[in-house]
């Protein structure tokens, strides 16, 4: 691992585990061990940092909307409870739950970068919703749109609510939006 993959990373996880506002280049340098003057070198402002930890999203979402491209709906809705279930186990927050709070005090240009991703997410998960109902895998009456974004929103709140509850709690919600789709 380079030394800006590895400040990456370590910015990822601490804005996942604490938020974007709670850490500074000192505890990143501290836990890389390097210098927090070699963190310039890499990323001039943190809100540089802030911008590449989004962009790591977003490819890391395309690789895995490329992958699972030819699949079907049903594998394509595993995939993306799998990335909140790796979100769970990992102990972290999804990257939205944790940066949209801070959203009046980021700089824009992460916000624009969230934004992105957000619509790629939303995006996907549609699309595979919407595939799904026209093969008569998924059954649901409102848009897809819609549909998606109660999906979403409950994957975004279950993973930091199973934080203070039960991490089987996880399971019950990823398990009724599964019945609840596949219900005619």
């Not at 802030?50 to 999203?57: E, N, P």
Request: proline residues 3%; contains cysteine.
């Amino acid at each position: 691992m380079t030394t800006r993959e590895h400040i990456l990373k370590t910015a990822d996880d601490l804005i996942r585990d604490k938020g974007y506002n709670a850490f500074s280049f000192v505890d990143i340098a501290n836990t890389v061990g390097i210098k927090k003057a070699s963190i310039y070198h890499h990323f001039p402002h943190k809100s540089d940092l802030g911008v590449a930890v989004v962009r790591y999203h977003i490819e890391n979402l395309n690789k895995l909307m490329a992958e699972y491209k030819s699949q079907s709906p049903i594998e394509k809705l595993e995939a993306f409870f799998q990335i909140h279930s790796h979100i769970l186990f990992d102990k972290k927050v999804c990257l939205v739950g944790s940066l949209t709070p801070d959203s009046n005090t980021l700089d824009t240009s992460i916000i624009e970068e969230l934004k992105k991703f957000a619509e790629l997410m939303l995006n996907w998960v549609t699309d595979f919703l919407e595939e799904g109902r026209n093969s008569g895998v998924f059954h649901f009456k409102i848009l897809p749109r819609t549909k998606a974004l109660l999906i979403i929103s409950n994957m975004v709140a279950i993973v930091p609510i199973t934080r203070i509850t039960e991490e089987n709690d996880f399971k019950l919600i990823k398990e009724a939006i599964k019945e609840e789709l596949l219900i005619k």
